[in-house]
């Protein structure tokens, strides 16, 4: 079975207007257990809030919570990818630009971001259920052949 891109986009994350505080913005991905929002205007994306943006650009450098906006500190420079991409053409992708997220989106429709972490977890569970089938396929191989020496 092929991994696509769609099948692990995030769909718990909080969709915030520009001008939400950056405090609110902290407090609803608390409640979502998220580490990023998708800060919107109008209802289109402009950018996303991660907590790289908390600590880089609010608490480092020393700006209030409550009166920051969002939109101030988010992240615009954005990357993007189709959901019905392989999920090895979004690594690349992450890679060649230096993210570890995407933007989901089928035709015009925003569907939600992806993480690198998602992948990764994906990825390492696919490998782990091929070395379970080696290890059945070798116990197997190797219950016969004694079997088969045993009635010797």
Not at 19 to 43: D, F, H, K, L, N
Request: aromatic share 4%; net charge positive; hydrophobic share 45%.
């Amino acid at each position: 079975m092929t991994c696509r891109v769609v099948d692990h986009v995030r769909e718990n994350i909080p969709m915030l207007e520009e001008e939400t505080p950056v405090e609110e913005a902290v407090r609803q991905m608390c409640e979502r257990q998220a580490t990023s929002a998708i800060v919107i205007r109008g209802g289109d994306v402009v950018g996303i809030f991660t907590e790289g943006d908390l600590m880089k650009r609010v608490v480092n450098a020393g700006r209030d919570p409550a009166e920051i906006r969002v939109g101030e500190v988010c992240t615009r420079k954005l990357v993007s990818i189709e959901g019905d991409s392989a999920c090895h053409t979004a690594i690349l992708k992450m890679r060649s630009n230096g993210c570890r997220r995407l933007l989901v989106y089928r035709g015009p429709r925003f569907l939600g971001p992806v993480k690198i972490h998602d992948f990764a977890l994906s990825m390492a569970s696919a490998t782990r259920q091929r070395n379970s089938f080696s290890n059945v396929v070798v116990w197997a191989t190797m219950a016969l052949v004694l079997g088969v020496i045993v009635m010797l």
